[in-house]
């Protein structure tokens, strides 16, 4: 791993460095500016990994996106265009970086095909630069069909999911039989036939469970016929491009989805994603060891939010919470929906930043807390009587928790103008320093802003 002795805050050094460098400076550290980055959320998502990857990949010559599926949604803003993607890695905005779609992801060709033409309206191509995964797997109408069904079935019980299909495709994934990747787009006529059968045992299914109306296959196979013609030039062995890129000191950016408490594995279980959305998703969702990544970065909101159903210790469902929401534009990217919101939960974070091995993080959304005269960091939890300052992932356990707060002083003053970290009010640094404290991770990056500009790059 190059350079990590050197300590934290490498994505602020490596940066300023290349900027500089850029800028026609002297060559300096030439070794160092060859960094891989990976970034993931550390709470629910929707922390701001679109802004940050956009930022980083002016330096990068490839973004990966290893996980997931449409259910995630990164915004990114340039000037006065507002980009909201799904299945595209945020990095598809900048016109020369590569981007790829790793195994790890489940991909929906009608909104794959809708970013695309999305982008090309606003002179974004994605020809030569778009890579898909011949081993992602294909989320189709049967798997958002099952998804509708089963959540109505469970009426107040429901997992709260986006009704995308993810997490049916993911269980076809590990069921094997029904699976389909986008290497079968290839053969249409052996994917239709392949088809066929599916669609008969869903068919059957759906109408024994939920009574439902079948599904035309013909028209089904129509479909990913258009996707065939569509996509199937992007398709390749990603793992070996990722291979090349990284024996040619290639600069490779890898983008997580959702966030680490929504993990399959070590979130807030039921009420997570069929993915591993932590960094540890990252090695078995594109092939890549993390042990080949420089820096991990963890992105957190100044304060939380989260979005469905499932348990959120420091949520304030009331004024304090609508402020916020409001203020900080808390609504879905994917659904629309008002996300839930609350105070800073650093016990949580520490957990996640723990299990992911996180070198740094970026803290944004600092904006929308001016203005609040006091504000709380939940720095542990109460249970059964007893003070912890681990998380406990399990959802019934979580629920019966109460948080432990510290108060600390807020601000006034405006920050979407300051692009300095010394220039920051000093309640926002102490705000950020006793986060720091508590999690045992630096803050690297502050967001002040949805701007490209409005991020401020701290070396610690």
Same mark, same amino acid.
């Given at each position: 791993?190059?350079?990590?002795?050197?300590?934290?805050?490498?994505?602020?050094?490596?940066?300023?460095?290349?900027?500089?460098?850029?800028?026609?400076?002297?060559?300096?550290?030439?070794?160092?500016?060859?960094?891989?980055?990976?970034?993931?959320?550390?709470?629910?998502?929707?922390?701001?990994?679109?802004?940050?990857?956009?930022?980083?990949?002016?330096?990068?010559?490839?973004?990966?996106?290893?996980?997931?599926?449409?259910?995630?949604?990164?915004?990114?803003?340039?000037?006065?265009?507002?980009?909201?993607?799904?299945?595209?890695?945020?990095?598809?905005?900048?016109?020369?970086?590569?981007?790829?779609?790793?195994?790890?992801?489940?991909?929906?060709?009608?909104?794959?095909?809708?970013?695309?033409?999305?982008?090309?309206?606003?002179?974004?191509?994605?020809?030569?630069?778009?890579?898909?995964?011949?081993?992602?797997?294909?989320?189709?109408?049967?798997?958002?069909?099952?998804?509708?069904?089963?959540?109505?079935?469970?009426?107040?019980?429901?997992?709260?999911?986006?009704?995308?299909?993810?997490?049916?495709?993911?269980?076809?994934?590990?069921?094997?039989?029904?699976?389909?990747?986008?290497?079968?787009?290839?053969?249409?006529?052996?994917?239709?036939?392949?088809?066929?059968?599916?669609?008969?045992?869903?068919?059957?299914?759906?109408?024994?469970?939920?009574?439902?109306?079948?599904?035309?296959?013909?028209?089904?196979?129509?479909?990913?016929?258009?996707?065939?013609?569509?996509?199937?030039?992007?398709?390749?062995?990603?793992?070996?491009?990722?291979?090349?890129?990284?024996?040619?000191?290639?600069?490779?950016?890898?983008?997580?989805?959702?966030?680490?408490?929504?993990?399959?594995?070590?979130?807030?279980?039921?009420?997570?994603?069929?993915?591993?959305?932590?960094?540890? $998703?990252?090695?078995?969702?594109?092939?890549?060891?993390?042990?080949?990544?420089?820096?991990?970065?963890?992105?957190?909101?100044?304060?939380?939010?989260?979005?469905?159903?499932?348990?959120?210790?420091?949520?304030?469902?009331?004024?304090?919470?609508?402020?916020?929401?409001?203020?900080?534009?808390?609504?879905?990217?994917?659904?629309?929906?008002?996300?839930?919101?609350?105070?800073?939960?650093?016990?949580?974070?520490?957990?996640?930043?723990?299990?992911? $091995?996180?070198?740094?993080?970026?803290?944004?959304?600092?904006?929308?807390?001016?203005?609040?005269?006091?504000?709380?960091?939940?720095?542990?939890?109460?249970?059964?009587?007893?003070?912890?300052?681990?998380?406990?992932?399990?959802?019934?356990?979580?629920?019966?928790?109460?948080?432990?707060?510290?108060?600390?002083? $807020?601000?006034?003053?405006?920050?979407?103008?300051?692009?300095?970290?010394?220039?920051?009010?000093?309640?926002?640094?102490?705000?950020?320093?006793?986060?720091?404290?508590?999690?045992?991770?630096?803050?690297?990056?502050?967001?002040?802003?949805?701007?490209?500009?409005?991020?401020?790059?701290?070396?610690?």
């Amino acid at each position: 791993m190059k350079n990590v002795e050197r300590g934290f805050g490498l994505a602020a050094e490596a940066y300023e460095l290349k900027s500089r460098q850029d800028a026609g400076g002297t060559e300096i550290l030439k070794g160092f500016l060859r960094m891989n980055y990976c970034v993931v959320g550390l709470q629910w998502g929707d922390e701001g990994k679109g802004k940050v990857v956009d930022i980083l990949a002016e330096k990068s010559d490839l973004v990966v996106r290893y996980g997931g599926g449409a259910n995630a949604g990164h915004t990114v803003i340039i000037g006065d265009q507002k980009f909201a993607l799904h299945i595209m890695p945020s990095g598809a905005v900048r016109p020369t970086t590569g981007c790829v779609i790793s195994n790890g992801v489940v991909l929906d060709p009608e909104i794959l095909i809708g970013e695309i033409d999305g982008l090309a309206e606003r002179d974004i191509s994605m020809d030569g630069r778009l890579f898909i995964s011949e081993n992602a797997h294909v989320v189709l109408d049967y798997h958002k069909m099952e998804d509708q069904l089963r959540e109505d079935a469970l009426g107040k019980n429901k997992i709260g999911t986006t009704i995308r299909g993810i997490g049916p495709c993911y269980a076809d994934k590990i069921g094997r039989s029904f699976a389909v990747r986008m290497a079968d787009f290839r053969d249409i006529d052996a994917l239709a036939e392949r088809l066929r059968k599916i669609v008969d045992y869903k068919n059957k299914v759906f109408g024994a469970l939920y009574n439902a109306d079948p599904i035309d296959v013909d028209a089904l196979i129509e479909k990913c016929k258009v996707y065939r013609d569509r996509l199937v030039g992007f398709v390749c062995n990603t793992t070996r491009l990722l291979f090349e890129a990284m024996d040619n000191d290639k600069n490779i950016l890898f983008e997580g989805a959702q966030g680490a408490l929504l993990d399959l594995d070590h979130g807030t279980f039921p009420f997570v994603t069929s993915s591993n959305c932590s960094a540890l $998703g990252m090695g078995p969702g594109c092939g890549i060891p993390n042990q080949k990544v420089d820096s991990f970065i963890g992105l957190v909101k100044a304060y939380a939010t989260r979005v469905g159903s499932g348990p959120f210790p420091s949520e304030q469902d009331n004024e304090i919470g609508d402020v916020i929401r409001e203020k900080g534009h808390e609504y879905g990217t994917t659904t629309g929906r008002p996300r839930r919101c609350g105070w800073f939960d650093a016990v949580a974070a520490k957990y996640t930043a723990r299990v992911g $091995g996180i070198n740094e993080i970026a803290m944004m959304h600092l904006d929308t807390l001016a203005g609040m005269k006091e504000l709380k960091i939940c720095k542990a939890y109460k249970l059964n009587g007893k003070e912890t300052d681990f998380f406990p992932s399990d959802a019934d356990e979580l629920a019966g928790v109460e948080c432990v707060y510290e108060a600390m002083p $807020g601000w006034d003053e405006d920050l979407s103008e300051v692009t300095s970290y010394d220039d920051l009010p000093e309640n926002t640094r102490n705000y950020i320093a006793r986060i720091e404290e508590i999690v045992k991770v630096p803050i690297s990056i502050v967001g002040v802003g949805p701007k490209r500009s409005q991020a401020i790059f701290r070396n610690v």
